[in-house]
């Protein structure tokens, strides 16, 4: 199983997560676990993310993608992933589709955590953090005991940098549009799933896993299907081959020899009679019966302005990453350039 998990600040969907991958024997992969691996190993391309994160600037797709590309080849992914909190663009949905695709390892599922507005501030404004251990609470849901004081050591609890209600309430805006598009691209694919994510977390968790299960269900249901298809396909096929070897047992027997070596003279008789013609339309046939039942698939609701969306199918993903090429040498450039004027 391959999946990848959305949802917005405030979520909760690493914790999600990590349920999901311990029932579904996932490996649990994040672009910041996986920049951080890069590092460590000293590739290239991680230590080129390093040094945009330090500059606290984004880390350009190109260089994410090198990053994944090089942590999907590892054999563990090969039983199965789960990629929280990514892709963040429709442009790195198709690329991601694309690296997947090419390695046999299509996506199966995007799951979304939706998740009202007025929790997310509830959860998001109330969150406090001890600065002596880290351990987190939340003034609203689990304050500590005594205000601003860790119950663990004692040390002062208070408000991360990130937390003011501005810079909240432009994380949720900017996720917003974002998960609008995305949601958009994963429903045409047919592999998004909306999963109501306010409620308590018990909740939550056995409405991802009764998602997971519905559509592990349905594609055995699929498999099964289309191998009695095929199973069909080749008892059909088997009984009129048989019938036309009865039919005209002197051409097959002339037909045989005639492949090894052919001599123009021998194929002429075979070619009075053109029996050959028969076989056709059953081999036809055949294939055409497995597409039915795959297109029913697509249980997917909700979300209304999701039409207007239609075109986010068309893009090429080429042309996308010839502009992130030009910024990338381009902030080399400028960085070399500032460096040599000092
Ligand atoms: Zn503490």
């Excluded at 311990?22 to 994040?30: A, E, G, I, R, T």
């Excluded at 039983?79 to 695709?101: I, K």
């Excluded at 955590?113 to 404004?125: H, K, N, T």
């Excluded at 075109?311 to 990338?328: E, M, Q, S, T, Y």
Aim: glycine share 6%.
């Amino acid at each position: 199983m391959r999946m990848v998990l959305l949802g917005p600040p405030g979520s909760d969907k690493g914790e999600f997560a990590t349920k999901v991958a311990d029932k579904y024997n996932l490996v649990l992969l994040s672009i910041a676990g996986m920049l951080s691996d890069a590092v460590k190993e000293r590739l290239e391309a991680g230590i080129q993310a390093q040094a945009y994160l330090e500059r606290g600037q984004y880390v350009p797709d190109e260089i994410l993608f090198e990053v994944m590309r090089h942590r999907l080849s590892r054999p563990d992914v090969k039983t199965g992933f789960l990629l929280v909190g990514f892709p963040r663009s429709t442009a790195q949905a198709d690329s991601l589709d694309e690296m997947l695709e090419k390695n046999g390892m299509a996506l199966d599922l995007a799951l979304h955590l939706d998740v009202e507005d007025e929790i997310l501030l509830e959860r998001l404004e109330g969150r406090r953090t001890c600065i002596s251990c880290g351990i987190r609470y939340n003034i609203f849901t689990n304050p500590p005991l005594v205000d601003g004081v860790c119950d663990v050591c004692g040390g002062r609890v208070g408000r991360g940098a990130d937390s003011n209600e501005v810079v909240i309430s432009n994380r949720l805006r900017a996720y917003e549009q974002q998960i609008h598009t995305l949601a958009s691209y994963y429903l045409l694919h047919e592999k998004l799933r909306e999963i109501p994510g306010g409620g308590n977390p018990k909740d939550v968790t056995r409405l991802l896993f009764k998602t997971i299960d519905e559509w592990s269900a349905a594609e055995l249901d699929e498999k099964t299907k289309a191998l009695m298809d095929k199973v069909e396909a080749v008892t059909d096929t088997a009984e009129v081959e048989e019938k036309v070897v009865e039919e005209k047992p002197e051409v097959e027997a002339k037909k045989a020899p005639a492949k090894k070596k052919a001599p123009v003279k021998k194929k002429a008789p075979v070619k009075k009679k053109a029996p050959v013609k028969k076989k056709a339309p059953v081999k036809k046939k055949a294939p055409v019966k497995k597409k039915a039942p795959v297109k029913k698939k697509a249980p997917v609701k909700k979300k209304a302005p999701v039409k207007k969306k239609a075109p986010v199918k068309k893009k090429a993903p080429v042309k996308k990453k010839a502009p992130a090429k030009k910024k990338v040498a381009a902030k080399k450039k400028t960085a070399k350039k500032g460096g040599k004027k000092k």
